[in-house]
C-alpha cells in the first residue's frame, strides 16, 4: 500500500530556531500534500494544502511566512517552522493525496518542542 | 455550529462489547466520510471509508451513513483492549478534497 515516510520524528530545538520536517511518498506520487497541527488532547487541524510545483494554500489564521511548505516534486514536501516558539510545540502531521488513490496516506508524525 | 461533532468521550466499554460511536456533520453536500484510529502519540490510521447511504461493513467494523440526517456512525464488535484509542470522524466536502476532521472520542476497552 502506499506509503508516506515522515522524518524526523521528534525533534527539539531551541526558541528562534528553525525546524524542517520532511514528508516523502515512497510507492505513489503525491500530487496533494496535507500539513497538519495537532495540540494535546485537540483533534488534528489543517494548516495547509500544497500541490506539487504551486505555492501552498494556507487555512485562516496560519501565518505562511512562519510555516513555509515546499512540494517541488511529486515525492517530497517539507514544512519549516521558522523562528520557532515554545507555542509552536505540537505534533505535526503530513498526509499525501496521489491521483491514483482516492485515499489520503498519513505521515507518521513530527513531535516538536521548542525550548 | 462545528462542521463535524463527535462526543468526545470516554466511551468506556467491556471486552467483547459492541462500542457505538457518532459523529454529525454540517455541510449537507458532503460527500465523502472517513473514521480513523489514532493512538496516543502515533499519527491516524484509516479503518474505513463511506460514500453511500446505508451500512458497511469490514471484520468488526461497520460503518453506517445517513445523510438525510448528516450522520455516520462507526460500530466496533467484540471490542478488544487494542482497540482502545481516539476515533476520528472525517468529511470531505462536495467541493473540495480537504479532510475535516472531528474532535474524536475516545474509546477505552476494559478486560
Known amino acids: 500500500g502506499a506509503v508516506v515516510s515522515q522524518h524526523p520524528s521528534w525533534v527539539i530545538c531551541k526558541s528562534g530556531t528553525s525546524v524542517k520536517i520532511e514528508c516523502r511518498s515512497l510507492?505513489?506520487?503525491?500530487?496533494?500534500m496535507f500539513w497538519y497541527r495537532q495540540f494535546p488532547k485537540q483533534s488534528l487541524m489543517l494548516m495547509a494544502t500544497?500541490?506539487?510545483?504551486?505555492?501552498?494554500?494556507?487555512e485562516q489564521g496560519v501565518e505562511k511566512d512562519k510555516f513555509l511548505i515546499n512540494h517541488a516534486s511529486l515525492t517530497l514536501s517539507t514544512l519549516t517552522v521558522t523562528s520557532a516558539h515554545p507555542e509552536d510545540s505540537s505534533f505535526y502531521i503530513c498526509?499525501?493525496?496521489?491521483?491514483?488513490?482516492?485515499?489520503?496516506?498519513f505521515g507518521s508524525g513530527t513531535r516538536l518542542t521548542v525550548v | 455550529q462545528k462542521e463535524v461533532e463527535q462526543n468526545s468521550g470516554p466511551l468506556s466499554v467491556p471486552e467483547g462489547a459492541i462500542a457505538s460511536l457518532n459523529c454529525t456533520y454540517s455541510?449537507?453536500?458532503?460527500?465523502?466520510f472517513f473514521w480513523y484510529r489514532q493512538y496516543s502519540g502515533k499519527s491516524p490510521e484509516l479503518i474505513m471509508s463511506?460514500?453511500?447511504?446505508g451500512d458497511k461493513e469490514d471484520g468488526r467494523f461497520t460503518a453506517q451513513l445517513n445523510k438525510a440526517s448528516q450522520y455516520v456512525s462507526l460500530l466496533i464488535r467484540d471490542s478488544q483492549p487494542s482497540d482502545s484509542a481516539t476515533y476520528l470522524c472525517?468529511?470531505?466536502?462536495?467541493?473540495?478534497?480537504?479532510?475535516?476532521f472531528g474532535g474524536g472520542t475516545r474509546v477505552l476497552v476494559k478486560p
Open positions: 498526509s499525501a493525496r496521489g491521483l491514483q488513490d482516492y485515499g489520503y496516506t
Open positions: 463511506i460514500y453511500s447511504n
Open positions: 510507492d505513489f506520487q503525491a500530487t496533494t
Open positions: 455541510d449537507r453536500v458532503s460527500q465523502s
Open positions: 472525517a468529511v470531505i466536502k462536495a467541493a473540495g478534497n480537504k479532510l475535516t
Open positions: 500544497s500541490n506539487e510545483g504551486s505555492k501552498a494554500t494556507y
